[in-house]
């Protein structure tokens, strides 16, 4: 059983930057792709990033490509979601989700993902 935790979320102003941070717990974490969703207010949960288990593929969602980054540290049991250059749209819940499955998919669907985080709340003002 893969435990997620999120954290990093916070207020910051249109523009500005935040990392959030997701520990799991368990040695099979090194096997498993990691993805960051997202639920805004009122809407569906949705897809923001993926990174497969080595770290040498990732995938994002159009909106976010050239200012998210997400990245993993194995050693540490942890993946990372760095978001640069933030719009109030991006205002949502984070969540980190685990895949245990053997094939990566750059643009996972909910239904693909076994564990899923708390989440962690980013609002982006303007």
């Known amino acids: 059983q893969v435990q997620l935790v999120e954290s990093g979320g916070g207020l910051v102003q249109a523009g500005g930057s935040l990392r959030l941070s997701c520990a799991a717990s368990?040695?099979?974490?090194?096997?498993?792709?990691m993805g960051w969703f997202r639920q805004a207010p009122g809407k569906e949960r949705e897809f923001v990033a993926t990174?497969?288990?080595?770290?040498?593929?990732?995938g994002y969602t159009d909106s976010v490509k050239g200012r998210f980054t997400i990245s993993r540290d194995n050693a540490k049991n942890t993946v990372y979601l760095q978001m640069n250059s933030l719009k109030p749209e991006n205002t949502a819940v984070y969540y980190c989700?685990?895949?245990?499955?053997?094939?990566?998919?750059?643009?996972?669907?909910?239904?693909?993902?076994?564990?899923w985080g708390r989440g962690t709340l980013v609002t982006v003002s303007s």
């Open positions: 989700a685990a895949d245990s499955s053997t094939c990566f998919n750059t643009t996972p669907t909910i239904g693909m993902m076994d564990y």
């Open positions: 990174i497969n288990w080595s770290g040498s593929i990732r």
């Open positions: 368990g040695r099979t974490f090194r096997t498993y792709s």
